[in-house]
Every structure is written in structure tokens, then in C-alpha cells.
């Protein structure tokens, strides 16, 4: 078994945004606000009702790329691409989430145990969650250390305060975070602030030279 690449499209997205759809008449219009502000990916997390309904609503926005957020097992990842899922995300591991999957899948790690489970299937890429709770930088790079094949997409804690640090730092592909996309800017309809909280995201990035 072969899992698909997540690096060509992790390299393609600096920023992965990290969105809690409650109400799926929010999906579409927060879609196109990330993508006004030049984010075409995002990860709708697994964890509301809302959340495959709007994955398929996402998914057909043309220029965007949605995948799936907070996938606990292999049926929420089959339910997931169904729905249009071009990448799954977790924020730990179980071996059933990998079986039969089609495309990339980002588990997420936060110790060198962890590591090591995900290595036996092949998984390079890895979420570092939750990366500024679980100590930041420090802790990245001392599990970088044994593991130099590793790639990261960190998650947790991340916003523009630090997002320059972690974006700059050379295992880091991509970060991964809510603060542009916050459910409470969702749901009240505050389209404009997602557009411009993107446009300054992705900025930081440009100037952190990614
Ligand atoms: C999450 O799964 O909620 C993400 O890690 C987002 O974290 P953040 O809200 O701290 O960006």
C-alpha cells in the first residue's frame, strides 16, 4: 500500500486553514472569501453535523481544495472522500483511516512513539498537533532531529504573531490554523474579515520567503 504524496499540495498551500462549518449555508460563501483572499485550501474539520455537506459544497468551488479535518477513522475517511475530500487530516493516527485510502493523508503527531507508527506506513508528512501547546519550535526541532525525513504541517496555536517563525523554519511545509476562519466569523457572517485576514496570512508568508 501506497499512500498519495501530500508535498505537492502542502507546497502549493503554505497556509491550510482550519474551518468548523456549523451551518452549511456558511460553506460556499466562506469557500470564496478564503479564495478572494488567495487561500484556495482548506481542511473542513469532522467535527459538526454540518461537516460532509459542507465538504461537498466546498469541493465543488472551482479553484478551491478541501479536505477533511479531525478524520478519527476509516469511515469518517471514506465518508470524506465521497464527499469530494482531496486530502485527510487527523489529529493522531489509526491504521484504519489508511486502508484503501485514495488520497493524501496528514496524521497528526506529537512525540517520537507516534512517529514511528506512522513511519511503518510510509507517512513523511506529518501534522505537528498541538504544536505550540506541546512546546513549540523546540519540540519540533528535537523530533526533527531523529527523523530528518520528515516534513511538518504544524497546527494549534499558530496566528500571526508567530506564523513568520514557523513558516520560515525549514521542515515546515505549510501551517495549518483557524485564526483567519474562526467560527464566530463564520457565523456571523464577517466574509469580509476571512477575505482580509487571508490576504495578510498569505503576506507573511510571501515576506517570510515562502
Ligand atoms: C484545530 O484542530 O482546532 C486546529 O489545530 C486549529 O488550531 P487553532 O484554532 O489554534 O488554529
Redesign the pocket.
Given at each position: 500500500m501506497t499512500l498519495p504524496n501530500p508535498m505537492p499540495l502542502l507546497e502549493a498551500n503554505p497556509i491550510v486553514p482550519?474551518v468548523v462549518i456549523e451551518d452549511v449555508k456558511d460553506a460556499v460563501p466562506t469557500a470564496q472569501a478564503l479564495l478572494e483572499g488567495g487561500i484556495s485550501c482548506a481542511e473542513v474539520?469532522f467535527r459538526t453535523a454540518a461537516a460532509p455537506a459542507a465538504l461537498e459544497a466546498m469541493a465543488q468551488v472551482e479553484g478551491m481544495t478541501v479536505g477533511a479535518?479531525?478524520v478519527l477513522n476509516g469511515e469518517q475517511a471514506r465518508q470524506a472522500v465521497d464527499c469530494g475530500a482531496q486530502f485527510i487530516v487527523s489529529?493522531g493516527f489509526h491504521p484504519s483511516i489508511v486502508e484503501d485510502l485514495t488520497v493524501p493523508f496528514l496524521p497528526g503527531i506529537a512525540n517520537a512513539t507516534d512517529i514511528m507508527a506512522v513511519l511503518e506506513y510510509g507517512v513523511e508528512t506529518v501534522k505537528f498537533?498541538?504544536a505550540v501547546p506541546m512546546g513549540g519550535l523546540p519540540v519540533l526541532n528535537a523530533l526533527a532531529a531523529p527523523f530528518p525525513q520528515l516534513k511538518f504541517l504544524p497546527?494549534?496555536?499558530?496566528g500571526p504573531k508567530n506564523l513568520a517563525e514557523w513558516i520560515s523554519h525549514p521542515k515546515i511545509v505549510s501551517v495549518?490554523?483557524?485564526?483567519m476562519v474562526t467560527k464566530q466569523m463564520i457565523a456571523a457572517g464577517e466574509f469580509d474579515a476571512i477575505t482580509e485576514l487571508s490576504r495578510q496570512a498569505l503576506q507573511m508568508v510571501q515576506e517570510a520567503g515562502k
Open positions: 482550519v474539520t479535518g479531525t489529529p498537533f498541538p497546527t494549534g496555536g499558530i495549518g490554523g483557524s485564526w
